[in-house]
C-alpha cells in the first residue's frame, strides 16, 4: 500500500504541474492577445523617441521568468549594441525623423565600448542636422556619456549629475573560509592572476592593485576626453576633483552644480521636455500636455530591418561567459556556439566571418571548443576577423587567437592570460565536530580529490600539473596568432589585464576599430564589394514558448523599473555585488573545471542579471 500511495501522490504531483503549466499558457496568450497592436512597424512624421529603460548589451539573453519571480522584480531590458546603432544611423538619414529624443531616466549602462560606439551614432545623426535631445532626472557616467553627443540635455530639477569613475571594491574569502575551517585548493599559473585572490587573501594584491589600476586609468581618461570632445564648454574636472566641495557650495542643489558647470543644459521636468521637442516634432495633441508625435525605437527598428540577400559576411558572438554546454544567449555556451559556427559553414553565400567578442572568459575546455570551431573556417580559405568589445580577455582572448587579424577599442580590456582552478574540501571543518574521514584506496588517486578528508600531494601535482600543461598551450596559441615565442607572450601574460591602447603596443592586438570597422574588413580580405554584402547573425533564435511566458512577468512599455533618483541608482549599481558574490561562490564550489576566467574584468559589463544573481541567493537558501 506504501508504493501505492507513494505513486499516487506522484501522478497528482505531475497532474497538478500540467494545470499550472496549461494556465500559464492560457493567461499568458490572452496578455498576448490584449496587448497586439495593429501594425507594429507603422512610421510617424517627428521624433525617434528612444527610450533606453535597461542597458546596452553585446547580445541580449533569453528571459527567466523563474529568476523574476524569485528575485522579485522584472529582469532588465536589453538594448543590442549593434541593432540601436542602426537604427540611429537610418533615422539620420531619414526625412520623416525631425529629431532624436533620448530618454534616460532609466538607463541601467553598458560597456564603456558599447557607450562610445552608440555616443558616435548620435554625433553623425547630430552632424546629418538631426537635434538630439536627452532627458533624465540623474546623470551617471554611462547616461552622461551618450548625453553628451547631444545638443541639449535636459535634467529633471528634483535630479542631478554624479560621476563615479570604473573602480570598486570587491569580496575576499580566506578569514571567512578560515573561520568555518573550508580549505580552498587553488591552482593556478601567473603572477597577476588575480581571479583566485579572494580565496587566498583577505585584501587585494599589491601586483593585483598594479594591473587593474594600469587598465582603469585609461580607460577613465579616454571616458573624460570622450565628454571633453563632445562638450568642450562642460567643466567636469573639477567636479570630479571635489566633488563634495562643489556640492556643499550649491547647498546640496545638484541641479546648480550641473548647470553652473555647463554640464547640464536645461532644468526642467518631463512635460517643459516634451514641449521642447514638440516644437520640432510637432505635439501630439491626443496624449495631453507635453506629449510630441514620434515613433518608437522598436517600431522603427521593425520598419528597418537588416539587409539580406547575396554574398554574406556571418557575424558569431561570443558574449558573456564562456561555459560548457548549451548555455545562452547572452552567455557563452560552447557546445552552442560550436553549432553555430557549424551551420554558418553550410550557407553557400557566405564569404568571411567576423568573431565579436564580448566576454572575460571562462570554461578553457568551452574556448578551445570555440576556437577549433572558429579554425574551420580558416581551414577553408574563409577570412576570420575579430572584433573585441567591452572585454575580451582570458578564455575570450583564447577565442580570439583564431582570428586573421584582432580589432579592439582603446577602452577594450584585454589580456589575463593565465589559467586556475579552484576546489574546497571541509577535512577541517569536519574535524572541528569529531568526524574523520577514512578508507581503503587501490591507487593513489583512489576518491580524490576528496573533500571530506582532504586531497593528497599526488592530486595536487595532477591538477597543477595540468593547469600548467594548459597554460603553455595557451601561450603557444598566443604565441603563433600573434607571431612571438612563448617567453616573449610570457612577459607579458601571468594573468595581466591590458586596456586596448596598451595592447596595440605590445602586440596582443592589430588595430583600432568598431564592429563594423571589422566587417569591412572581413568583407575587403573576401574581395567583396563595398556595400554589395548582407551581414548575416550567426544566432540563437528565441524560443517562443520562453518569450510568451516571461512577458507575464515583463514591465509595462510606460512602467519605470527602477528609482531616478541619486541614491536610488548609485545604489542600485552595488547590487551588482551579488552577481559577484554568487560567481565567487560558484567558483569555489570546482564544479566549473579549469577556468581561464578574468572575474575582475566583470565589472565592465553591464550589470544585466541582477534579478537572475538575486534568485540564484534565494535557490541557495532554500536548498539549506
Known amino acids: 500500500m506504501g508504493f501505492v500511495k507513494s505513486a499516487w501522490k506522484v501522478l497528482v504531483a505531475i497532474k497538478d504541474g500540467l494545470v499550472l503549466l496549461a494556465m500559464l499558457m492560457f493567461f499568458g496568450l490572452i496578455l498576448a492577445a490584449l496587448s497586439w497592436r495593429p501594425n507594429p512597424a507603422a512610421v510617424t512624421d517627428g521624433a525617434l523617441l528612444v527610450t533606453l529603460d535597461g542597458v546596452i548589451v553585446e547580445e541580449p539573453e533569453n528571459s527567466d521568468p523563474i529568476a523574476a519571480l524569485l528575485g522579485g522584480q522584472a529582469p532588465l531590458k536589453q538594448f ?17 525623423i525631425k529629431v532624436i529624443a533620448l530618454d534616460l531616466d532609466s538607463f541601467m549602462g553598458g560597456g564603456q565600448v558599447s557607450l562610445q560606439q552608440v555616443g558616435e551614432a548620435l554625433g553623425r545623426a547630430r ?6 535631445y536627452s532627458f533624465a532626472t540623474f546623470y551617471s557616467d554611462d547616461a552622461y556619456m551618450l548625453a553628451a553627443h547631444g545638443s541639449e540635455i535636459w535634467v529633471d530639477p528634483m535630479g542631478g549629475a554624479a560621476f563615479t569613475g570604473p573602480g570598486g571594491s570587491r569580496l575576499y574569502y580566506k578569514d571567512f573560509l578560515d573561520r568555518f575551517k573550508v580549505t580552498a585548493h587553488v591552482y593556478r599559473v601567473g603572477t597577476f592572476k588575480s581571479a583566485v585572490e579572494p580565496y587566498l587573501r583577505s585584501e587585494q594584491s599589491p601586483e593585483a592593485e598594479e594591473a587593474l589600476l594600469a587598465v582603469y586609468r585609461p580607460i577613465w581618461d579616454n571616458w573624460q576626453a570622450t565628454v571633453k570632445k563632445t562638450r568642450p564648454k562642460a567643466d567636469l574636472a573639477s567636479y570630479i576633483a571635489d566633488p563634495a566641495a562643489a556640492i556643499t557650495a550649491a547647498n546640496g542643489d545638484l541641479v546648480k552644480v550641473a548647470m553652473d558647470r555647463k554640464i547640464i543644459d536645461k532644468a526642467g521636468d518631463r512635460t517643459a521636455f516634451g514641449k521642447r521637442v514638440a516644437a520640432l516634432a510637432g505635439a501630439d495633441e491626443d496624449e495631453g500636455p507635453g506629449a510630441f508625435k514620434h515613433t518608437s525605437l522598436k517600431d522603427w527598428a521593425a520598419a528597418n530591418p537588416a539587409k539580406t540577400g547575396g554574398d554574406e559576411v556571418a557575424v558569431v558572438t561570443i558574449a558573456g561567459t564562456i561555459v560548457d554546454g548549451d548555455a545562452g544567449p547572452g552567455t557563452a555556451g560552447g557546445d552552442r556556439i560550436e553549432e553555430l559556427l557549424h551551420e554558418g559553414l553550410k550557407r553557400d553565400n557566405l564569404k568571411a566571418l567576423v568573431v565579436r567578442v564580448d566576454s572575460p572568459g571562462g570554461s578553457a575546455f568551452a574556448s578551445e571548443q570555440i576556437r577549433r570551431a572558429i579554425e574551420q573556417y580558416r581551414a577553408r580559405k574563409i577570412p576570420v576577423v575579430v572584433s573585441m568589445g567591452n572585454v575580451a580577455a582570458s578564455g575570450g582572448y583564447w577565442v580570439a587567437t583564431a582570428g586573421d587579424t584582432i580589432f579592439a577599442e582603446p577602452s577594450t580590456i584585454t589580456g589575463s592570460i593565465g589559467i586556475f582552478a579552484v576546489l574546497p574540501s571541509f577535512e577541517r571543518a569536519l574535524a572541528e565536530y569529531g568526524i574523520r574521514a577514512d578508507g581503503v584506496a587501490t591507487t593513489q588517486l583512489s576518491g580524490q580529490p576528496d573533500i571530506l578528508g582532504g586531497f593528497n600531494s599526488t592530486v595536487d601535482t595532477l591538477i597543477q600539473g595540468s593547469i600548467e600543461h594548459d597554460y603553455r598551450r ?63 547573425d550567426l544566432q540563437t533564435e528565441p524560443d517562443p514558448f520562453e518569450q510568451l511566458i516571461a512577458g507575464m512577468f515583463a514591465p509595462t512599455e510606460d512602467g519605470q523599473q527602477q528609482g531616478r533618483g541619486m541614491v536610488a541608482r548609485l545604489a542600485w549599481q552595488q547590487r551588482a555585488v551579488l552577481g559577484q558574490a554568487l560567481g565567487d561562490m560558484q567558483v569555489l564550489s570546482g564544479a566549473q573545471g579549469v577556468q581561464a576566467w578574468c572575474l575582475e574584468c566583470s565589472g565592465a559589463l553591464p550589470p544585466r542579471s541582477i534579478a537572475k544573481a538575486e534568485a540564484g541567493w534565494i535557490a541557495m537558501m532554500l536548498q539549506r
Open 127 to 132: 552632424a546629418k542636422g538631426k537635434p538630439v
Open 80 to 96: 543590442r549594441e549593434r541593432d540601436l546603432i542602426r537604427a540611429i544611423d537610418t533615422a539620420a538619414q531619414d526625412d520623416r
Open 474 to 536: 595557451f601561450l603557444a596559441l598566443v604565441g603563433k596568432a600573434r607571431g612571438m615565442t612563448v617567453d616573449q607572450v610570457d612577459n607579458i601574460a601571468q594573468g595581466r589585464v591590458w586596456d586596448g591602447g596598451t595592447a596595440r603596443q605590445i602586440k596582443l592586438v592589430d588595430r583600432f576599430g568598431s564592429i563594423d570597422d571589422a566587417i569591412a574588413e572581413a568583407a575587403s580580405r573576401a574581395k567583396l564589394s563595398k556595400g554589395g554584402y548582407a551581414v548575416h
